[in-house]
T-cell receptor, first 114, second 113 residues
Framework: NAGVTQTPKFRILKIGQSMTLQCTQD?????MYWYRQDPGMGLKLIYY???????DKGEVPNGYNVSRSTTEDFPLRLELAAPSQTSVYFC?????????????FGPGTRLTVT | QQQVKQSPQSLIVQKGGISIINCAYE??????FPWYQQFPGKGPALLIA?????SEKKEGRFTISFNKSAKQFSLHIMDSQPGDSATYFC????????????FGTGTRLTVIP
């Protein structure tokens, strides 16, 4: 199993550009998440999904959109990139079930907006 | 508002020493408290986790101590090794949610030989 994979690894965007961060998991997990990590701030939840076709906002959703058309994929869309979106983005997945909490993280995408 | 508060921000320990990282939370609905370890350039990985029905959990050199009444929990790394040098995050979640994790701000641990 590859686990959680993310592409690209690095990206530089100009202000106002848009892009999609890709996330795929091969563990048949129902739950998927997008976090951003900023220095000294820990990880903040952007959006999450409890299954295909179902998404919901996390702590910091402004400026982002998501979709979940399949169990495996959970892309994160940035529209009109702003310098405040410079961050490292992590995708994670988790199995749904009683008492199953562990989240598996991808390697991250480092995004710079200039 | 930071739902989980973590300290210290950074920690330097001699090889063989004990590393201690502390976290506190306010939301009494939290019922799962994991610690994640992150190496530079990598995603976080689960290290150890505890439920509030026990006060301590030990896995090898890593121990979580949990104080439900004080709403605090801590990670102890015994016999710290240079390979333990990483950033450690505490987190909390509630079974009533979609396993959404609320993370602390992280502790950068450096173990010097």
């Amino acid at each position: 199993n590859a686990g959680v994979t993310q592409t690209p690894k690095f990206r530089i965007l100009k202000i106002g550009q848009s892009m999609t961060l890709q996330c795929t998991q091969d563990m048949n997990h129902n739950y998927m998440y997008w976090y951003r990590q900023d220095p000294g701030m820990g990880l903040k939840l952007i959006y999450y999904s409890v299954g295909a076709g179902i998404t919901d906002k996390g702590e910091v959703p402004n400026g982002y959109n998501v979709s979940r058309s399949t169990t495996e994929d959970f892309p994160l869309r940035l529209e009109l990139a702003a310098p405040s979106q410079t961050s490292v983005y992590f995708c994670a997945s988790s199995s749904a079930g009683q008492g199953i909490y562990e989240q598996y993280f991808g390697p991250g995408t480092r995004l710079t907006v200039t | 508002q930071q739902q989980v508060k973590q300290s210290p921000q950074s920690l330097i320990v001699q090889k063989g020493g004990i590393s201690i990282i502390n976290c506190a939370y306010e939301n009494t609905a939290f019922d799962y408290f994991p610690w994640y370890q992150q190496f530079p350039g990598k995603g976080p990985a689960l290290l150890i986790a505890i439920r509030p029905d026990v006060s301590e959990k030990k896995e090898g050199r890593f121990t979580i101590s949990f104080n439900k009444s004080a709403k605090q929990f801590s990670l102890h790394i015994m016999d710290s090794q240079p390979g333990d040098s990483a950033t450690y995050f505490c987190a909390a979640s509630s079974q009533t949610g979609a396993n959404n994790l609320f993370f602390g701000t992280g502790t950068r641990l450096t173990v010097i030989p």
